[in-house]
């Protein structure tokens, strides 16, 4: 199939490789790759069961220990603001 040099040829023979290439890439997703049975694999913790009672519990444990997380940022951005404000006006007027 030559039909001389050119760009002819070329167009042609990207164009099947280029096809080629995509019935090699629908191969491996049509059977290669299974991952329909993940589900039944174990995995590797085991986490335990908790009641109703426990589990709000901890629920309002992780809250708690968010909000004081969230306060202390709060106050070390706040501490922080406030130092970079006095060393600015500090600079400015000395």
């Not at 997703?29 to 085991?46: A, L, M, Q």
């Amino acid at each position: 199939m030559s039909f001389g040099s050119g760009s002819i040829p070329g167009y042609l023979e990207r164009l099947r490789n280029s096809k080629i290439r995509k019935a090699n890439r629908q191969k491996e997703f049509r059977g290669g790759n299974n991952y329909s049975n993940v589900k039944n694999i174990k995995t590797e913790y085991n986490f335990p069961k908790t009641s109703g009672y426990n589990f709000s519990e901890i629920k309002k444990k992780i809250r708690k220990e968010a909000l004081l997380e969230n306060k202390k940022q709060l106050l070390f951005w706040i501490i922080g603001a406030v130092a970079v404000l006095i060393i600015i006006l500090l600079f400015n007027y000395y």
